[in-house]
């Protein structure tokens, strides 16, 4: 059953959060009611409604969105900050504010220099801040890039555009689109029908799709873990005005990938190092709630007898130093995307963080789970969502292979965009 793009299955269940002066206040203030939806999320594989309402509300949306245009100004380190916060109340719904917020910091954060010696028209820039003004205003974007059979590999998309009178015609579907349901745009990556007169390969490009007539929503997510972002497929058969071809011109998509690609990696990361935070504090919460045979656990406390156990408390440890780790790096990685963006050595950085992210998650998430052991693998313990959850973010693109063979090509002394047998995008 095709459904129209806006559609809700899960209602609002709370009254809007206080909002906060810092962007780490506004995210802890969205948390408590997070959390409270975020089992029902799981269980329906669906976004809510009003965790998308309490972040909007708090002014998240426009979190990277410049000052002028009615957002907060913040940088890739701010998301890489508030991304960990949310997650503790849901992954889920940290992970698809990750892909509107990867939009956003894409438009606002190319420097309009760059982007008119890529060619972009004057007309772009126009384009382009109507819609960080609108996301400022609590306009929500969600990702149309992913296909079966293709992943998030773009140069083997099968989504396809041509130009029709002004504009041009979008025809294909896309699959795990985030908040599908929701989104009052689509960022929707396809390929040209046919190559450019005089040019090889078909040019891949990227529009801004509204939602309406030609843009169908298909609920069809019933997968692993991250089930309460409601990533269902969309089918595309539109047509959109001129500007909605980001940068005002085509085949570009792929270029940027390469030479910047924070938005379409390491966003990412932060999330999966919270949801890893989130699986080792419910962990510890049910360790310290669990007497075994009467031992006193740490601090003397009885009612924490399973932390007694030598080998409980050294998986906890790990986690403690895997977790401390993760977070040197998500921090470097920011750091260098807001003084840097684009270098090699940021690069490396994002690919490190997205690789870190994706291991340390799964393995601080099972580690865990093996400590609390088979009490904590029922369906609504914290800890076996979260499982499950902190599971995909190394299936997650990049995947962490991909990002281990990029970043061994380049210690090899390669250059990972070119020296690949497969195109990374």
Known sequence: MNVEAGENTVPEQSSRPAVGTTPAERAAG???GWAARAGEADREGELPAADLADARAAGLFGLLVPRRFGGLGGGFADWADIARVLAAGSGASALALNMHTSVVGALAGTPDELARAMGAPESFFAARDRVLAAAAAGSFIAVAMSERGAGSRLSALRTSYRREGDGFRITGLKSFCSGARHAELYFVAARAEAPAEGSGDPAVSHFLVPAGPGVSVEPNWDVLGMRGTGSHDVRFNTLVPADALVGGLEGVSL????????WLVA????VY???ARAAFDAGVEHVRSRAVGGLAGPGGDAAGGLGSLPAVRA????????LAALDVVIDTCAARVDADPGSPET????WRAKLLAGQTAQDVAASVLEACGTAA??????????????????LQPATSDVCADWLGVAALGGDP???????RW
């Open 30 to 32: 969205v948390v408590p």
């Open 255 to 262: 270029l940027v990938a390469q030479i910047m690609p924070q």
């Open 267 to 270: 966003s990412y990361a932060a």
């Open 273 to 275: 190092a919270g949801v």
């Open 315 to 322: 998986r906890f440890g790990r986690a403690d130093a895997a």
């Open 347 to 350: 690069n490396r950085w994002v």
């Open 377 to 394: 693998s029922r369906r609504g313990h914290p800890l076996e969502r979260l499982y499950r959850d902190a599971r995909c973010g190394s």
């Open 417 to 423: 965009e070119a020296d690949a047998a497969v195109a």
